[in-house]
């Protein structure tokens, strides 16, 4: 196996873990180069992303490990491709070593976040395959964008709830808050596709899970060129309670009906009022969305 030169940037928070110590000295001892880079304070993950692009083009960087969760992967991709001219490739594959509480994406690319040393020896040896990515308001995101409800209920549930509760916490934080529940009007256009209507929440998905393993987005396909669309419109019969909790306990994959999907390529989405969307859980507020796909976009280690 070629020597490898991996870049990660890592976390803060995880710096002191012993298991992110076994995992780098076990790729250094297999013969990989490993610099790490630590985050301290907010916007160091970006800084520290566009550092490994400049570094690139004086030492060879193979991987630019996202050593954190979804929202660090986000982060660096991102600010990764703000650097580079409009439909270039980087010059390096990206890899995740999984190390927040969710790891949604992570997961879908079948990593255990449970045996992080694995994780960055699969980041050493594992093929670079071409990834879409996606692109709401010129922002990217690697693995789903969410709105409504559901996508309040992720961003305002409480860290120490969800290590004790898990994905149950959702239902618990989203039946707290159930008195402030309101319909999100809204109209959806894709190609070939128009909807117009109240939702309780949607999803566009490049990857499958959200919110601590949810499915919303079952038949995502990270390299096909296609987002998929799922919507829960807002229900008539005042279940919406009854709609949220099997939502948020079983995904899609619960609902018997009601539920729209779709694919599509290019999605706008005009609502009423100011709605809060997640990338890859980092919140955007807005009324006027425009979603796209870069097909290829990115490779990475899967």
């Given at each position: 196996m070629d020597k490898q030169h991996l870049r990660l940037i890592l976390n803060g928070k995880s710096a002191g873990r012993n298991d992110v110590r076994t995992?780098?000295?076990?790729?250094?001892?297999?013969?990989?180069?490993?610099?790490?880079?630590v985050t301290f304070?907010?916007?160091?993950?970006?800084?520290?992303?566009?550092?490994?692009?400049?570094?690139?083009?004086?030492?060879?960087?193979?991987?630019?490990?996202?050593?954190?969760?979804?929202?660090?992967?986000?982060?660096?991709?991102?600010?990764?491709?703000h650097e580079l001219p409009e439909g270039e490739k980087p010059p390096f594959a990206f890899a995740i070593l999984p190390l927040g509480t969710a790891n949604d994406f992570a997961r879908h690319i079948r990593l255990d976040p449970a045996d992080v040393p694995s994780c960055l020896r699969f980041a050493a040896r594992a093929s670079a395959k071409p990834m879409d990515v996606g692109e709401v308001n010129g922002c990217v995101f690697v693995n789903m964008a969410t709105g409504g409800f559901g996508t309040q209920v992720t961003s305002q549930t409480d860290p120490n709830l969800k290590r004790v509760l898990g994905g149950a916490a959702y239902l618990f934080t989203g039946l707290h808050r159930f008195s402030e529940l309101a319909a999100c009007e809204a109209r959806i256009e894709a190609e070939g596709f128009s909807w117009e209507g109240p939702f309780l929440a949607l999803a566009i998905g490049n990857g499958r899970r959200a919110g601590g393993g949810i499915r919303l987005c079952p038949r995502a396909k990270l390299d096909d060129g296609f987002l998929d669309l799922t919507i829960l419109p807002f229900p008539k019969s005042g279940r919406a309670i009854d709609i949220l909790s099997t939502l948020l306990d079983r995904g899609v994959d619960g609902m018997n009906n009601g539920l729209i999907q779709r694919k599509a390529r290019n999605i706008t989405i005009q609502t009423q009022k100011p709605v809060q969307f997640n990338l890859d859980g980092e919140p955007m507020n807005g009324q006027s969305w425009k979603i796209g796909i870069r097909h290829h976009q990115i490779d990475m280690r899967r």
């Open positions: 995992a780098v000295q076990a790729v250094r001892a297999m013969g990989h180069e490993v610099s790490v880079r304070e907010a916007g160091d993950t970006a800084r520290l992303a566009r550092e490994a692009l400049r570094d690139q083009a004086q030492e060879k960087i193979d991987t630019l490990v996202s050593g954190g969760g979804d929202g660090t992967i986000h982060e660096v991709v991102d600010a990764v491709l």
